[in-house]
């Protein structure tokens, strides 16, 4: 079974500080990890993955995240935020392990809120 | 670049009637998805086609079904529409050999 915890329903942070929006993973394989940012009202768009490689993946937006297996954490960061960062963030996983599904798993999102 | 293509944006029905929600996906995406995101909510997983065979099944209402045609476009028929069927509809594709699924704009359904 594959799920995914982002224990934080909002993060607040001021525009220019670094942000991290917290994900941890469940698998019994391998993860795939995803984030995804949805604006009010519009689909949700695809910013990183990490599928296996180097553990800081870098996306789009000058976002970034960073696998831990021994934490089964996939945080994302981003070193200075801006006020258009400002949306709701999903992270999703999939388990490549036997019996696992493709189809991933979302998590419940984190409101980011990034002031002026 | 071409992105998922839905229809129609926004859809206003009564209870008990239908509705059917089109998807386009990515030129060469071969698969297809469907989710459902209540007010506040993470994307449920509906239904999935794979080279216009079905391929997984979430939680989709049995009052609820859907195809993907020789074009790879796909429809999701809603009937005996609930108050509660309300919600975000979005179809996402991908291709089997990438991990991405990437999302349409949604259909907002409303059911009064």
């Known amino acids: 079974a594959q799920s995914v915890a982002q224990p934080e329903d909002q993060v607040n942070v001021a525009e220019g500080n670094p942000l991290t929006v917290k994900c941890t993973y469940s698998?019994?394989?391998?993860?795939?990890l995803f984030w995804y940012v949805q604006y009010p009202n519009r689909g949700l768009q695809f910013l990183l993955k990490y599928i296996t490689g180097d553990n800081l993946v870098k996306g789009s937006y000058g976002f970034e995240a960073e696998f831990n297996k021994s934490q089964t954490s996939f945080h994302l960061k981003k070193p200075s935020a801006l006020v258009s960062d400002s949306a709701l963030y999903f992270c999703a996983v999939r388990d490549m392990g036997s019996g696992g599904s493709y189809i991933p798993t979302f998590g419940r999102g984190t409101s980011l809120i990034v002031h002026p | 670049a071409a992105g998922v293509i839905q229809s129609p944006r926004h859809l206003i029905k009564e209870k008990r009637e239908t509705a059917t929600l089109k998807c386009y996906p990515i030129?060469?995406?071969?698969?297809v998805y469907w989710y459902q995101q209540g007010p506040g909510q993470d994307p449920q997983f509906l239904i999935s086609f794979y080279e216009k065979m079905q391929s997984d099944k979430g939680s989709i209402p049995d009052r609820f079904s859907a195809q993907q045609f020789s074009d790879y476009h796909s429809e999701l028929n809603m009937s005996s529409l609930e108050l509660g069927d309300s919600a975000l509809y979005f179809c996402?594709?991908?291709?089997?050999?990438?991990?991405?699924?990437?999302f349409g704009p949604g259909t907002r359904l409303l059911v009064l």
């Open positions: 996402a594709s991908s291709t089997m050999t990438e991990e991405t699924q990437y």
């Open positions: 030129p060469r995406h071969d698969t």
């Open positions: 698998v019994s394989g391998n993860p795939y």
